[in-house]
């Protein structure tokens, strides 16, 4: 039996006195005599114990190795903890929040190491490496759910990592590799080069939101073509990002226009002294400044320049619904039709301003402008009446196909 053995089995310092030795040597004798177990298996591992305990008692009680065993324990264990301060030195400190799964394991890596008591230097350096080709492994674990995570292709990384280091100092080599090679940094330098020809333009401040709304949507596109592992995935995005290219250059040129068609409808806005259609204008141009989106920025100007051409037309709208050949297109037999277009010009301006945010104001204002004003009344007049029996249709009203 060695010493470390015997030492490890009486549970004593290795700086013990013959005393001491002697005082937990009587104590365990006598907690595992065979006489105080009555059951024959208990008594059975009692006698084992006592023999292991007799023989590290002799081995510990040879003074004459003693020093020798000192000095070999010193060592030892001066040479473990000398390993376990450089196993400190992988551990995280920095970073150590952003992944606590793998500060548990490290630390664990660390404490079973350290846990363990070893008889030579040897022991030591074996279990060492161990340690280190576990952090090593973790490491590894962790740079390929990084590369993963970040759509990172490591046969395109040409740097080379150092792993005799710090998680800390281990994880900002991973960063600066993301920087340069994660998909998201690849699209968003692509991006950059795309628009940096455009910034210059007129449009490309306003088209600025627009631009970030489908580069998004492309990256995320891109994005699942890497995750179904396309074998052409590089071909499909070259040419996809040619495609934008021409979708950034359409953008640009269509705040552009739009923005000149806003200016040029100030001056007709202003014009009409009308606070509604003054109120909408200044919305546009807010909405729009801000980076609106097309689509509806072009609605807004139809439905403003709709409204314009409704308000230039109210003279003529009074005057239709006052003059007499309203008759030339309603039937004398049509009477209820009659009278439902027998109403003031205020309640026909009222109606049309309440259809502003509808589709059928745009077949109202194409009709004005062909100056037939009776049939808007007429067309007005008949959307009351439509509203009307839908009411009296909501209402379950038994008349309902009378009335139609």
Request: with cysteine; net charge negative; charged share 35%.
């Amino acid at each position: 039996m060695t010493v470390y053995e015997a030492l490890e089995i009486l549970n004593i310092s290795s700086s013990y006195t013959l005393k001491e030795l002697k005082i937990v040597y009587r104590k365990l004798a006598k907690q595992y005599h065979p006489d105080n177990f009555k059951d024959d298996k208990e008594r059975i591992k009692a006698e084992e114990k006592l023999k292991n305990i007799n023989l590290a008692y002799e081995t510990l009680l040879n003074n004459k190795d003693r020093s020798d065993y000192q000095e070999n324990i010193d060592v030892v264990f001066n040479y473990k903890m000398e390993k376990i301060e450089v196993l400190k030195k992988y551990q995280f400190k920095k970073y150590g929040q952003l992944f606590p799964n793998y500060v548990f394991y490290m630390n664990e890596i660390i404490r079973v190491f350290g846990a363990k008591l070893y008889n030579t230097v040897g022991e030591v350096d074996s279990n060492y490496q161990s340690a280190l080709t576990k952090i090593m492994i973790l490491y590894k674990d962790f740079e390929k759910e990084f590369y993963e995570k970040n759509g990172i292709n490591k046969d395109k990384v040409t740097e080379t990592i150092n792993y005799n280091c710090s998680f800390d100092d281990f994880y900002e080599q991973l960063l600066k590799i993301k920087e340069k090679y994660s998909l998201e940094n690849i699209f968003l330098r692509k991006i950059e080069e795309i628009t940096e020809k455009y910034k210059y333009y007129a449009g490309y401040d306003i088209a600025r939101v627009e631009i970030d709304v489908t580069m998004k949507n492309t990256y995320n596109k891109i994005l699942d073509w890497h995750h179904q592992h396309l074998e052409n995935f590089d071909g499909m995005v070259k040419s996809y990002f040619n495609s934008i290219d021409d979708e950034i250059a359409m953008l640009i040129s269509r705040a552009f226009y739009l923005q000149d068609k806003i200016n040029n409808l100030k001056d007709r806005v202003e014009k009409t002294d009308d606070d509604e259609i003054v109120e909408e204008y200044i919305n546009l141009k807010i909405n729009f400044d801000e980076g609106q989106l097309f689509s509806k920025t072009s609605d807004e100007i139809n439905m403003i320049e709709e409204m314009i051409i409704i308000k230039d037309h109210m003279g003529e709208l009074r005057s239709a619904v006052q003059q007499d050949y309203i008759n030339k297109f309603i039937s004398e037999k049509d009477v209820h039709k009659k009278i439902m277009i027998t109403s003031t010009y205020n309640e026909v301006f009222d109606y049309i301003k309440s259809l502003k945010n509808l589709s059928r104001i745009g077949g109202i204002a194409s009709m004005l402008k062909d100056k037939d004003y009776i049939r808007v009344i007429i067309l007005i007049k008949l959307y009351i009446l439509k509203d009307g029996l839908e009411k009296i249709k909501q209402n379950n009203d038994p008349d309902y196909k009378k009335r139609i």
